[in-house]
C-alpha cells in the first residue's frame, strides 16, 4: 500500500510540529518536507528529527506548491496555523486543487466552507480534532436538538482554559454555547471566561506545570435559579497528542473520499467517526 503525502501546515508552530511528528513515526503516512508559515517567522527551515522541514512565506509559497506537485503528485494539506490566516489559506489550497484538513480555529467558518463548496477538492474541517471530544459534543448536538429548552431558567458558566499562545477562544467551547442556547439557556460567546495566564492556570485551575504549555481545560456548569441543582460537564486534555491522533484519522479518512472523487464537500469530525461517505 502505498503512503498517503501529507504536508503539515504552520511549523514551527506547536501543534503543527506534533502532527509532523505524528506523520512521521506512522508508515501509512509521508512527510512532505515543506510547510506553509508565515511572514513573521524569520527561519528558512526547521529540523524536525532526521527531516530538514522548509519554511514557504507567503511571498513563494504559490511557486513551490507546484513545483512539488509536479515532482511528487498530489497530497492532503492539513492546517495548523493561525486563525487570522484561516480563509486565505482555504482559498490557496482550493485554487491549488490541495484537498486540506483544518485544524485551525477561528476565521470565519461560514466563509471557510463556502470557499471549499464553491470548488473542485473536499475538506475536513473541525474546531476539536479530539475524536472523544468531539463524539461529547456530538451527545449535546442530540440533546439540544430533541430536548429544546430543557435548562430554561438555568444559569450559565463556561471556563476554558489553554496555553499562552492560543490566540482566540476554543472553538469548542463556542459551539457549545449555541448546543446550550438551543436547550433554553441565554448565553453570548463573549461571556466565556478565557484564561490564557499560565501562572493562574496553575495556582488556580491546578494544570500541571508540564502541561501549561500545551493543555485544553473546559468546564460547563449549570445552575437552577433557585441554586437547588446543579449540573457540571468537564473535560480536560493535557498534552496535544490526542488531536494528533484524531488528526491522522482525519487525513485517512479525507484520502478515501477523495479517491472516490469527492469535490465541493466539507467534511467534519463527525463524519470521521462514524466513516460517513
Not at 92 to 104: E, I, K, N, R, S
Not at 155 to 172: M, R, V
Amino acid at each position: 500500500m502505498s503512503r498517503i503525502k501529507v504536508m503539515v501546515n504552520g511549523i514551527p508552530g506547536n501543534m503543527a510540529v506534533n502532527v509532523a511528528q505524528h506523520v512521521i513515526a506512522d508508515e501509512r503516512y509521508a512527510l512532505v518536507a515543506c510547510s506553509l508559515t508565515g511572514p513573521e517567522i524569520q527561519a528558512a527551515e526547521h529540523k524536525l528529527e532526521t527531516l530538514s522541514i522548509r519554511l514557504l512565506k507567503p511571498e513563494i509559497r504559490a511557486q513551490v506548491i507546484e513545483e512539488i506537485v509536479q515532482a511528487e503528485g498530489p497530497f492532503i494539506s492539513v492546517d495548523y496555523t493561525h486563525p487570522s490566516a484561516v480563509n486565505a489559506n482555504a482559498k490557496f489550497y482550493c485554487q491549488y486543487q490541495l484537498p486540506f484538513v483544518m485544524g485551525t480555529t477561528g476565521g470565519d467558518r461560514s466563509q471557510l466552507e463556502a470557499t471549499v463548496q464553491a470548488s473542485s477538492i473536499a475538506a475536513v474541517i473541525a474546531p476539536n480534532m479530539a475524536k472523544q471530544i468531539v463524539g461529547f459534543q456530538a451527545m449535546m448536538e442530540f440533546a439540544a436538538q430533541n430536548f429544546q429548552g430543557l435548562f430554561e431558567g438555568y444559569s450559565l458558566e463556561i471556563k476554558e482554559s489553554h496555553q499562552l499562545g492560543k490566540a482566540d477562544t476554543s472553538g469548542t467551547a463556542r459551539a457549545m454555547v449555541r448546543y446550550f442556547n438551543q436547550m433554553g439557556l441565554r448565553f453570548g460567546e463573549d461571556q466565556i471566561a478565557k484564561e490564557r495566564d499560565p501562572k493562574i492556570q496553575a495556582t488556580q485551575w491546578g494544570v500541571p506545570q508540564n502541561y501549561l504549555a500545551g493543555h485544553g481545560w473546559h468546564t460547563y456548569t449549570l445552575n437552577s435559579a433557585d441554586k437547588t441543582v446543579c449540573f457540571e460537564f468537564t473535560h480536560n486534555v493535557n498534552g496535544r497528542d490526542v488531536y494528533a491522533r484524531g488528526t491522522l484519522d482525519a487525513i485517512q479518512y479525507l484520502n478515501a473520499r477523495v479517491n472516490e472523487g469527492a469535490a465541493g464537500i466539507v467534511y467534519t469530525m463527525i463524519d470521521v467517526l462514524q466513516n460517513r461517505s
